[in-house]
Structures are given as C-alpha cells and as structure tokens.
C-alpha cells in the first residue's frame, strides 16, 4: 500500500502562514476522503481537519479556530492544508492520512499514513 506523502512543513514565526501539501499517491485521490492530524512532542496525536470524498470538509473547530482550511484538487491528486495565523502551539509533526471508513475524527478511520512533516512556529 502507497504511503501518502506531505510537504510544506517548516519554521515560520508567530502569525505567519504556511500551506502543507499531501500526494496520496498510488491510486485517484477523487475516491478516497483525506485527512490531517498533528502530533506534538509529548503529545498524542490529535485530528485537526478532513475533506470528504465530496469535497465536504470538517474541522476540529478547538484547534483550528478559523485558520485553517482544507482543500482538495483530484485533478492535482492533491490535498492542502492553509494554515494562517499560526502559534507557536501549533508546533508539531503533521501527517496526511487517507480516510477508511467511519468518523473522521479517530485515527483508526484512516488506513494509510504519511511519514509527517514537520511545522515549527517561533514565537
């Protein structure tokens, strides 16, 4: 099974922005639902948004707080992740994740992961 692959990642100060990229590579990204989850050191792995197979997103409204935003291109065979006004709480390894079965918000409902990208946030 082909590994979905971020980008994006980096350092970047307090307020600033980043967009995180994932190719779920293997088969068309048009018949699966992606997702994004963050870890950071110490920390479990949290859900942060998803995109359905619809293109219908879902946010983990307590992390994102209305700064960031999924979206998906098929035609691209991408996902993206904006990420604006970042803080250095949002500092962690974040991972693209092909969606499964069941709610979006459980990692159990994805059944093929990225290696992660890293997201440092200075303050």
Partial sequence: QVQPVESGGGLVQAGG???????????????????WFRQAPGKEREFVC??????????NLPVVKGRFTIARDDAKNRV?????????????VYYCARHFDGN??????????????QVTVSS
């Avoid at 998803?50 to 946010?59: C, G, L, Q």
């Avoid at 459980?106 to 093929?112: H, K, L, M, R, T």
């Fill in 80 to 92: 993206y992740l904006q990420m604006n006004g970042l803080q250095p709480e949002d500092t962690a």
């Fill in 17 to 35: 922005s980043l967009r995180l990229s994932c190719a779920p590579s293997g088969r068309t990204l048009s018949i699966y639902g992606m997702g």
């Fill in 104 to 117: 979006y918000y459980y990692a159990v409902s994805y059944d093929s992961w990225g290696q992660g990208t």
């Fill in 50 to 59: 998803a995109i359905s197979r619809d293109n219908s997103p879902i946010y």
